[in-house]
Structures are given as C-alpha cells and as structure tokens.
C-alpha cells in the first residue's frame, strides 16, 4: 500500500491550502446543483399503489404520513430472497435519526418487492424501527426504474436497483419530483444530504436551528 508523502508542516500547510480551495470550489458547486435540482419540473403520480406495511395496507399517499415531502428507497430486496440487499443495509445504517427530517416535513420510508412477512423478521434483526413497506404487488418499483438510460434490463423488464425516489404532496394529489440510484447514492444517508434531494429542501425548523432529536414536536 503506498503511503502519503511525509513532509514538513509548513509544506503540509501549503497543500492544505489548496486543496481547501478546491473543497469550498465543490461545496458551492454542490450547493448550485441543489439549488438547480429544486427546479426541476414534477410529474403527477397517478396509479393508486397500496403497500403493506406493519399496520396493513398503506397508498403512497399514506407515506407521507400527513408531511409535504416523502423520501423513499428502494431497497433491493427481492420476493425470493431470505435478506436484504448488503449495500441497501449499509445505506440505511448511515440513515440518521427520522426527527431531524421530519422536523423539515418530511417522511422516510423503505420498499421492497419483497412480501412484508421476510421484510419483518430481517428488519428485527437489524434493529431498525424506520418505516419499511412491501410493494410485491404493485408495479412501483418497475414504474420507478424504467426512465433512466442506465436501467439493467433482462427479458424486457427492469431489474430492480438501489435507489431513492422523492415525492412532493399537495393535499391528495401526489407529484414525483426526483430520483437518483447507484452510486448516486454514495454521500447520501444523513438528513441534510436527502433534503438537498427534495423539492423544498432544507424546510427550516426554529429558524434551521438543529435541535437534540427528543427536542423536536411531533
């Protein structure tokens, strides 16, 4: 494995220096492309999908769980497999606590194709208590896969991918505003990084005061 050159600290300092410039260079970058990515167009969503969750059947519309914004992934979880996707685990373990996101409007939640009797006993297992929903008999992860040029196809139908849809809601009319998948996903996992996603991004909470997460109302 090679090492980093060992130098002084005045040379550190210097190529330290630069590459900050080059950091702050990204972050605006980033924050433009945000900035840009909250512009795009939506497309109203029209199938009534019912999920099953753990208190019954669910519509998308009850994702959101009474917030304006709705952030799900996709988590690749097929109807025969025993458990979960390794890399979509490792997603959701560097997914923070759900407080800070639903302070700002918006809920999250997991879908598999999977049915709801595997999706229980492997998210015990991993001790997660966000909401996890099964979408076996809908058509919702194939709608949501088939519009990008990078989409796996086998028999001509989609093969299910790692990925994060966001949904904007305005009463019950239900609109999709984004999605990302792959190593789209690399970054991606605390709540600021998932608002950057959304459509009305960081909805300030207390002036965007970040608060202890028992701290926030309901």
Same mark, same amino acid.
């Given at each position: 494995m090679s090492l980093p050159e060992i130098v002084s600290r005045e040379r550190w300092r210097a190529a330290r220096a630069e590459l900050l410039r080059k950091e702050k260079a990204l972050m605006r970058a980033r924050d433009a492309l945000s900035a840009e990515r909250r512009r795009l167009p939506m497309v109203e969503v029209d199938p009534d999908y019912v999920f099953e969750g753990g208190d019954g059947k669910a519509t998308l519309l009850d994702?959101? !769980? #009474? &917030? @304006?914004? %709705?952030?799900?992934?996709? *988590?690749? *979880? /097929? @109807?025969?497999?025993? =458990?979960?996707? &390794?890399?979509? =685990?490792a997603f959701l373990d560097q997914v923070g606590h759900l407080a800070?996101? &639903? =302070?700002?409007?918006?809920?999250? /939640? =997991?879908?598999s194709r999977a049915p709801f009797t595997r999706i229980l006993p492997f998210k015990a297992r991993m001790g997660w208590t966000l909401p996890w929903y099964s979408s076996g008999h809908? !058509? +919702?992860d194939r709608d949501f896969n088939r519009d990008f040029e990078a989409t796996i196809v086998v028999d001509d139908e989609p093969v299910e991918r790692p990925g994060i849809?966001? +949904?904007l809601r305005e009463h019950d009319r239900v609109f999709h505003t984004y999605s990302v998948y792959d190593r789209g %996903?690399?970054?991606?996992? @605390? /709540?600021?990084?998932? %608002? !950057?996603?959304? /459509?009305? #991004?960081?909805? @300030?909470? #207390?002036g965007d005061r970040l608060r202890y997460h028992d701290e926030y109302e309901d």
């Open positions: 994702l959101f !769980d #009474g &917030r @304006p914004q %709705l952030v799900v992934h996709h *988590f690749m *979880f /097929a @109807p025969e497999w025993e =458990a979960g996707c &390794r890399c979509c =685990a800070h996101l &639903r =302070a700002r409007g918006t809920s999250f /939640a =997991a879908v809908t !058509d +919702f849809s966001c +949904f %996903l690399d970054g991606l996992g @605390p /709540a600021s990084s998932l %608002l !950057d996603l959304t /459509a009305l #991004g960081r909805l @300030p909470e #207390g």
